[in-house]
Every structure is written in structure tokens, then in C-alpha cells.
Nanobody, 130 residues
Framework: QVQLVESGGGLVQPGGSLRLSCAASGFFLDYYAIGWFRQAPGKEREGVSCISSSDRSTYYADSVKGRFTISRDNAKNTVYLQMNSLKPEDTAVYYC???????????????????????WGKGTLVTVSL
């Protein structure tokens, strides 16, 4: 099987923290750039963070910079998104997506695009509310 599976979502109060996981199976995640996206109710999916495969560059959208941290553990074939100081506007379904370095040429030097994605995860819901 070739897939990405997100986990770690849930209900959290404003100011709280969550750590999302993106686990790959069927391929080695360290050979791909990985982007995190989110889709809030009634809105389009947007890229919020990315981590590269080889050079380990990272990208954060202005809306999450300073609050979110992306990282990877190649031994576990997993990419993480640590989310701190959560706000109600962070409420969304969060998705991870993979980019093949050769095919896409994307190295996380900019906001991850919705096009050029090899594999989408099915998402995990994050709800920030009192």
C-alpha cells in the first residue's frame, strides 16, 4: 500500500497545543517533500507548512509562523506538525501531501501548492473552541 495517514487531531481550547502526525506507508518519506494543508468550513484548502526531502528546508504561512513547527523522523517514516498557541481560526481539517523531488522539483521554498501532489492523506480534524 502507498498512502499517507494523518493523526493527532481533536478538540482543544484556544491557547492549547496539538501535535499532528503524517505517517507514510509503502514508500520512504525522506525522499519526498511533505506539505501540510488545512481546509476550514466553507473555505478552500490552503497550504500552511512544508518540509523538504534532502536539504531539510521548511516553510510556514504567515498565519502560523512562530506558532507551528514542522519536523520529520525518518526512522519512523513520519512528519509532524507541532501546533502551539492555537486560535479558533485554526479550526480545520488538516491534510498532509507528498511531492516527488524529481517530478515536481518542489523543495519547500514557498507555500506548498495543491497541484503537483503525488499523494493526499484523508485528513484529521482540529477544532479550537471553548
Amino acid at each position: 500500500q502507498v498512502q499517507l495517514v494523518e493523526s493527532g487531531g481533536g478538540l482543544v481550547q484556544p491557547g492549547g497545543s496539538l501535535r499532528l502526525s503524517c505517517a507514510a506507508s509503502g514508500f520512504f518519506l525522506d525522499y519526498y517533500a511533505i506539505g501540510w494543508f488545512r481546509q476550514a468550513p466553507g473555505k478552500e484548502r490552503e497550504g500552511v507548512s512544508c518540509i523538504s526531502s534532502s536539504d531539510r528546508s521548511t516553510y510556514y504561512a504567515d498565519s502560523v509562523k512562530g506558532r507551528f513547527t514542522i519536523s520529520r523522523d525518518n526512522a519512523k517514516n513520519t512528519v509532524y506538525l507541532q501546533m502551539n498557541s492555537l486560535k479558533p481560526e485554526d479550526t480545520a481539517v488538516y491534510y498532509c501531501a507528498s511531492y516527488d523531488l524529481v517530478r515536481s522539483g518542489f523543495v519547500c521554498n514557498d507555500k506548498p501548492p495543491s497541484y503537483g501532489v503525488d499523494i493526499w492523506g484523508k485528513g484529521t480534524l482540529v477544532t479550537v473552541s471553548l
